[in-house]
T-cell receptor
Framework: EAQVTQNPRYLITVTGKKLTVTCSQN?????MSWYRQDPGLGLRQIYY???????DKGDVPEGYKVSRKEKRNFPLILESPSPNQTSLYFC?????????????FGPGTRLTVT | KNQVEQSPQSLIILEGKNCTLQ??????????LRWYKQDTGRGPVSLTI?????NTKSNGRYTATLDADTKQSSLHITASQLSDSASYIC???????????????FGKGTHLIIQP
């Protein structure tokens, strides 16, 4: 089954404790992206990657890191989480960057930083 | 600045009724417009994608329209079902890729509740 998976789905952590949220897709998509979703603000892009070893900042990259060592994986790293990073996070992938492309979202990771 | 405005913010209708959600955008240059359905706590799922040349597109009971001249789109839901309760997000893609992220501008969504 074609899908984007994220782990963990739920995470409660404390300020300053490094964490990684994994994202994996099995569709051989070149493009992957991370979003956060907060009430009243909608989806905002954190980072994106157009292919292996190619990453770039989205609209709200502060406090986050990413890597793209393999095509299928795109982990999101919070080196020193803070309470303002409490949010619902989504990973997404799409087959190519072009005029029209289908974007597939993962199930989401709900992160709480205390 | 590219913007996507959706209305209403929330809507409650009775099961079986029809409804229409609105999306106005100021995105330039325009490439395509998407409607997503997002169930609570889940990832968005694509309903329709329309390019400049398309003014209507259907997906089952969902019909999206696009007026590129007035920069407006609507999503019409026919004979609503309880499972239609969700947020509906309008997303507009600018006519470029890369720079400025992937050129996608997201609306904040309309929260739809279907009551039995």
């Amino acid at each position: 089954e074609a899908q984007v998976t994220q782990n963990p789905r739920y995470l409660i952590t404390v300020t300053g404790k490094k964490l990684t949220v994994t994202c994996s897709q099995n569709m051989n998509h070149e493009y992957m992206s991370w979003y956060r979703q907060d009430p009243g603000l909608g989806l905002r892009q954190i980072y994106y990657s157009m292919n292996v070893e190619v990453t770039d900042k989205g609209d709200v990259p502060e406090g986050y890191k990413v890597s793209r060592k393999e095509k299928r994986n795109f982990p999101l790293i919070l080196e020193s989480p803070s309470p303002n990073q409490t949010s619902l996070y989504f990973c997404a992938s799409s087959p190519y960057i072009g005029e029209v492309y289908e974007q597939y979202f993962g199930p989401g990771t709900r992160l709480t930083v205390t | 600045k590219n913007q996507v405005e959706q209305s209403p913010q929330s809507l409650i209708i009775l099961e079986g009724k029809n409804c229409t959600l609105q999306c106005n955008y100021t995105v330039s240059p325009f490439s395509n417009l998407r409607w997503y359905k997002q169930d609570t706590g889940r990832g968005p799922v694509s309903l329709t994608i329309m390019t400049f040349s398309e003014n209507t597109k259907s997906n089952g009971r969902y019909t999206a329209t696009l007026d590129a001249d007035t920069k407006q789109s609507s999503l019409h839901i026919t004979a609503s079902q309880l499972s239609d309760s969700a947020s509906y997000i309008c997303v507009v893609s600018a006519g470029y890729s890369g720079g400025g992220a992937d050129g996608l501008t997201f609306g904040k969504g309309t929260h739809l509740i279907i009551q039995p």
